[in-house]
């Protein structure tokens, strides 16, 4: 078991969110859900955490109601070796109503940032020559979802 879980509030829609979650990712599952009984803030029944796992990170999801929200300070950062990879990862969690943001950020239907990034991102912009890493840079602040091929050819300055 990992030391630290991260924990997502939702309100309500805990146990939809870790479902969806799961079905976007492999080697993902739903392990034990703890539900509401009588006299609590939601319907008795209705998830209260769910713990699930994603690619081997473990998450909780909390009903915890209104009180509060996701903003982007927090993000999920999903790392693609390959540019299919990216748009799958991509069409999936903008699915249903989830928004792109910019430079490979968007917001999932349930409020969650994300960071789409393919690999060879970090390796262009830690690059020796500082010349090619701000071109990457350049090419990266112009993009919504994150384009491989234009990512390298502004590495080789074409």
């Not at 968007?106 to 940032?113: H, I, R």
């Not at 091929?149 to 502004?154: F, G, I, M, T, Y």
């Amino acid at each position: 078991m990992q030391k630290i879980t991260p924990c997502l509030w939702f309100d309500g829609k805990a146990e939809e969110a870790a479902t969806f979650y799961t079905s976007v990712f492999k080697r993902s599952k739903i392990g034990a859900i703890l539900r509401y009984g009588e006299g609590a803030p939601f319907p008795k029944g209705t998830a209260l955490t769910v713990e699930f796992t994603l690619e081997g990170q473990s998450f909780l999801a909390l009903n915890g109601g209104p009180h509060y929200s996701f903003t982007p300070a927090i993000s999920l950062s999903v790392d693609c070796k390959s540019q299919k990879e990216v748009d799958a990862y991509w069409g999936k969690l903008t699915s249903g109503g989830g928004k792109a943001v910019q430079c490979g950020w968007l917001t999932d239907k349930y409020g969650v940032s994300w960071q789409i990034v393919p690999s060879v991102l970090v390796k262009r912009l830690c690059d020796k020559d500082p010349i090619k890493a701000k071109r990457v840079m350049a090419a990266m602040m112009g993009m919504v979802k994150l384009d491989i091929a234009a990512l390298e050819k502004a590495y080789r300055g074409k």
